[in-house]
């Protein structure tokens, strides 16, 4: 079976189960990306990811982007069609080819003043592309705020939309602890930009009500609001137990996770949040908002908690069981979790679902002669 893989860039989070998908004998694994990794990514200590034996073309020229793009019996994967010149470009090169076409999508369900517009803009691309598609892989995939309300609303299929994840490599790190770190606090952590849609607000108000003083807040990163949430932290008679650390290398910051008893992600949106399959995959909980898409992977009581986004009594409450009342055994959530989010158990998952879709295209697809024609129109 031959994959094309269309993105912006080596994805990261996408690299571990492309590069299995081209382990596996059998596949023929292509990933077109307009450069290997953005600059602003280089600077924040990110590498290139390892692709195995996938076989990666930076920038095709407009001949080779063709011939990718209509390989006979082929599956093309667009990473997004709205704001990615590439992933567009093959897509359109690959129509009236016999090929099965798969979009896949972070969630974009943001509520707020940017919901209709956006509505609007991607219904308008469902109706000049779902005909095209086999089904939305849709990162992000569940509950109120997911991506498969939204983009049931555009106008897709709602049986053609199914659930798929970001997935990281696991982290090299030495000694990584396999039991809880003895110390006599507990601590909580924050790890990501320090923007506005990240809510670090909330969580500052909710640790200042928790009422366990031994335990502490760690948040990791930068961003424009680091004065604002120092600040905050001051207002709140919390700032002796608070400690915020610029961001640091990957591995270190995993170590940070591994050291931590929870990691919270409060964000009012988050397509996805891959810091959660991090966390999880060292065997530390996650407490996190009902609007990151990563939510999708929390069940709550074994590996953590999902809270209302923006409600900071209910944060308080989820942050206060897991410091008081939740027991769990790091190595072994940590080897499950690893299990579940890695690349092997990831590249399963979406051969399963492909195959699924594409049996079930077939079916409903017209003749031949009818599509081709739906196409040159």
């Known amino acids: 079976m031959t ?26 694994v292509h990933w077109c990306v307009q450069e290997e990794l953005p600059r602003h990514f280089r600077e924040r200590g990110y590498p290139v990811p390892d692709t195995g ?10 001949a080779r ?18 704001g990615f010149a590439l992933p567009l470009a093959g897509f359109q090169a690959s129509l009236g080819a016999p090929v099965h076409r798969f979009l896949m999508t972070e969630n974009r369900y943001e ?21 095209h598609l086999s089904g939305v892989f849709c990162i992000g995939h569940s509950g109120r705020y997911g991506g498969a309300r939204f983009f049931a609303a555009c106008g897709y299929p709602t049986d053609r939309i199914v659930p798929f994840v970001h997935v990281v490599d696991h982290t090299p790190m030495p000694d990584v602890p396999q039991v809880p770190v003895p110390r006599n606090h507990k601590e909580i952590l924050y790890v990501g930009q320090l923007i506005p849609r990240k809510r670090v607000d909330v969580l500052l108000h909710a640790f200042a ?11 990791i990163g930068q961003g424009v609001e680091e004065q604002n949430l120092q600040q ?8 002796d137990r608070v400690r915020f650390s610029p961001g640091m290398p ?10 931590a008893d929870v990691l919270v992600l409060p964000s009012r949106f988050d397509g996805w949040g891959a810091v959660v399959n991090e966390a999880l995959m060292v065997g530390t909980p996650v407490v996190c908002s009902n609007r990151c898409g990563a939510s999708d992977l929390i069940d709550n009581g074994r590996n953590g908690y999902v809270f209302e986004a923006g409600k900071v009594t209910e944060l308080r409450d989820r942050l206060h069981s897991i410091c008081q009342d939740f027991v769990h055994d790091r190595a072994a959530l ?26 079930r295209h077939q079916v409903e697809a017209p003749p031949k002669a009818t599509f081709d024609r739906e196409v040159s129109e």
């Open 334 to 359: 940590a080897a499950s979790e690893s299990a579940r989010l890695g690349g092997a158990a990831v590249a399963a998952r979406f051969l399963h679902s492909a195959v699924r879709l594409l049996a």
């Open 209 to 219: 009500r928790l009422e366990l003083p031994s335990v502490q807040l760690r948040i």
């Open 53 to 62: 034996k996938v076989q990666v073309h930076v920038a095709p020229k407009r």
């Open 250 to 259: 990957n591995a270190q910051t995993v170590a940070a996770m591994a050291d």
């Open 65 to 82: 982007l063709a011939t990718l793009a209509t390989i006979p019996g082929s599956v093309q994967v667009f990473f997004g069609l709205r």
């Open 3 to 28: 994959f094309v893989f269309w993105h912006s860039y080596l994805m990261f989070h996408q690299a571990a189960y492309i590069r299995e998908l081209a382990e596996q004998p059998g596949h023929t």
């Open 111 to 131: 509520p707020g003043a940017r919901l209709l517009p956006r509505w609007l803009v991607y219904t308008w691309d469902a109706l000049r592309y779902r005909r």
């Open 232 to 239: 905050l932290a001051r207002q709140l008679g919390i700032a």
